[in-house]
């Protein structure tokens, strides 16, 4: 029998005690040891669950237990979570989590201290919920050199984007659904600004590409600036929006960035809608594949938490598999020089001349128009693919020159 | 350095090859070790190969050395593939293969001949070409009770589907474009008859239930008889057709079956086009995820069988983690009483006297019209869900009624 300890009784915790509870049997039989848990650290006051005789709020109470081999940690952020972990694997426990934002600050350190200390450190959870996606990149697709990894990997947003893209509505009505739904926070900017995609997809990039990319490298933007009025030129362009979360090499640098841009209808991505997440992963063996299912919730997520639980089961004498390289340097590519296609819209001072400015300095630009929507006072233009830096250029000469007196939505095209 | 054979140097042999070379670099991270292919084993004359120096026909080269601890079986078939396999598992060497037709006939033998032998037998491969399908099943998903598989698992005749839906042209001449682009075999009989996705199931379905499931108590239906006539009625229906594999529990029988099936636009698996494979696995946890990539082709399979290599290296002292038990009597549950809904078209006697015939027999059924399709002497009508059995008795009943002439078709509503 192998005892487990669940630090943080929040969604994810009480879906781990749950999934654990109900598919004992089962787990047991794949695992070869059944598997138990015996304490929950939680600081809160919890009078009603089902697992209030192992609730304590004392974490010595598994520090001092011996019989403890297994730390769930789903409390979340970098504080006590990170004190936890450091605490547990440097004690000879095994550590599983859910949590992006620790593995996505604290990756290395807390690889290296687990490795140091014979055990693992799993977070199948961390990146796409129930998914299977971390495990996939590291052992199904190992045959793979990685090229590049393209997905969504944020339900909040996806579910704001899908109920633009059908009803038309805008983003703050959306948003405001999607928190009465509870799909959104009350707070909702670690989603919408694409904070939370950002640490996932530096995960991802982390695993695929073996080294550590720090998030605070990778370009952001949101998805508050979408509206209405993109989403029906998205539909002209035969495309929907979406936040998209991507990772390539490009020379022996990596490109790293989450924004919104225009998915064709005709790539496969475009289909994921409301909460779910998909991954998309392309290698120089398998092509590409793509992986999806519901990217957060209670029990998906703690699917994948607990198939991290029984892996280390399986595998209790080995340790961590995983390490991260540091570079010195910053790895990534300069995101002025990636090769990006954009839509723009801009209010132009006078549209004809606008338009002669626009073919001048964007050359093959082609320009989108939707008599019927009422968008007659702009100017909506695609630009082919250069230098990220030199269209961002480009807009600015526009303003310059006068012919362009605001940039009313600049997206990128995948 | 790990010294591995392989037998059978057709398209998936020449990539396991192919991908060990390309990326041997990356793999020797991955695994720990070097993996270097030894001998590779084909009764035929091949005089124009890179692999020319470790080519012999000569089996006993491999089973002489005893410096070679993996076997690669990309033979295919159940003959010489089953005694190369027992020999090698016997000899206490670990063996992999892409050969569904011999996992799905000999799988419980083979898989307990490898725990006997201390060694491995996987076979990631021969489910979903270079899609990682096997081992999220019984390792991501484990924490999950499976309660249904829903597979696009023929690449075949999924491109066939693909384009008789998107141009109209019938099966005949969708099958010879298959051909000419080598997607489908001078024989396509293994392909559009189902068989391959019959044999596919039944590997997918003993993992995720972990119990044998006899590809022969599966019923099988393939793609012969879908016509234009039928994807125009899909279209009508919000619906495109599909080679559709799937199994699921109903109580503690399992039910599996091959066949066409009408697959709702609303469905993610109605996304899945051309060649491509997707599988969709339901778990009392993780609700629904999907695994889509290249069901078949050179790189992306041996992507596959190279990963499980890789995974053999990375546990090289351990043996099978799976094994099948077989139920003395017949596992899967009687599929006259399995409920679904079904399309079907009549050739009717008279039109008004049949449809109130297919009123009394069927109670709710729904007519669909095509008017402008030139379908005007048939009757096309939906069967609500009920027993399989009931609503062939009840065709049957309609034929000998004199109100119907002839069965034109009649595909599953998935």
Same mark, same amino acid.
């Given at each position: ?8 009784? @929040? ?30 650290? #939680?600081?809160? #006051? ?135 739904? @509870? ?31 720090? %998030? ?16 029906? %030129? ?9 936040? *998209?979360?991507?990772?390539? %090499?490009?020379?022996?640098?990596? %490109? ?48 994948? *938490? ?82 990220? @830096? ?25």
């Amino acid at each position: 029998m192998i005892n487990i300890a669940i630090f943080g009784y @929040g969604v994810v915790g009480t879906g781990v005690a749950e999934v654990i509870r109900t598919n004992s049997h089962s787990i047991a039989n794949k695992s070869g040891e059944e598997i138990f848990v015996k304490k929950i650290v #939680d600081i809160r #006051d919890i009078t009603d669950s089902p697992d209030i005789n192992i609730l304590t709020k004392d974490a010595e109470e598994v520090f001092r237990d011996d019989s403890i081999s297994i730390v769930v940690e789903t409390i979340g952020g970098i504080g006590a979570a990170y004190e936890i972990t450091k605490r547990a694997l440097s004690s000879g426990r095994h550590v599983v989590t859910s949590n992006k934002e620790l593995v996505a600050t604290f990756g290395p350190e807390l690889l290296t201290l687990a490795k140091e200390n014979g055990v693992h450190y799993l977070f199948e959870a961390s990146v796409g919920g129930g998914i299977p996606i971390i495990r996939p990149l590291y052992s199904c697709l190992a045959a793979n050199e990685i090229d590049g990894i393209t997905g969504i990997l944020n339900g909040t947003t996806n579910y704001i984007l899908t109920k633009m893209s059908k009803e038309g509505s805008d983003f703050s009505a959306a948003l405001k659904e999607a928190q009465a739904k @509870g799909y959104a926070e009350a707070d909702p900017t670690a989603d919408v600004e694409g904070h939370d995609a950002c640490r996932k997809i530096a995960i991802l990039s982390s695993i695929a590409y073996n080294q550590f990319v720090d %998030y605070k490298n990778i370009v952001t933007e949101g998805i508050t600036k979408i509206s209405a009025a993109d989403m029906m %030129y998205a539909e002209e362009l035969g495309a929907v929006i979406k936040l *998209v979360a991507l990772s390539k %090499y490009i020379g022996d640098k990596i %490109y790293a960035r989450v924004s919104p841009c225009m998915v064709s209808k005709e790539y496969i991505l475009s289909n994921v809608n409301d909460v779910f997440n998909a991954i998309v992963v392309s290698g120089n063996a398998i092509g590409e594949a793509m992986f999806y299912g519901p990217g957060a919730g209670k029990l998906p997520t703690a699917s994948a *938490v607990v198939a991290d639980v029984i892996d280390i089961v399986k595998n209790i004498d080995s340790n961590s598999r995983i390490s991260w390289k540091i570079n010195g340097e910053n790895n990534t590519f300069d995101p002025m020089k990636a090769e990006t296609s954009f839509f723009i819209r801009v209010k132009p001072a006078e549209k004809n001349t606008a338009k002669e400015s626009i073919e001048k300095i964007f050359g093959g630009s082609n320009f989108v128009e939707i008599p019927e929507a009422g968008l007659s006072g702009e100017i909506a233009f695609v630009v082919p693919k250069q230098a990220e @830096g030199l269209t961002f250029e480009g807009i600015e000469k526009l303003k310059a020159q006068g012919a362009v007196l605001e940039t009313l939505n600049v997206i990128r095209m995948l």
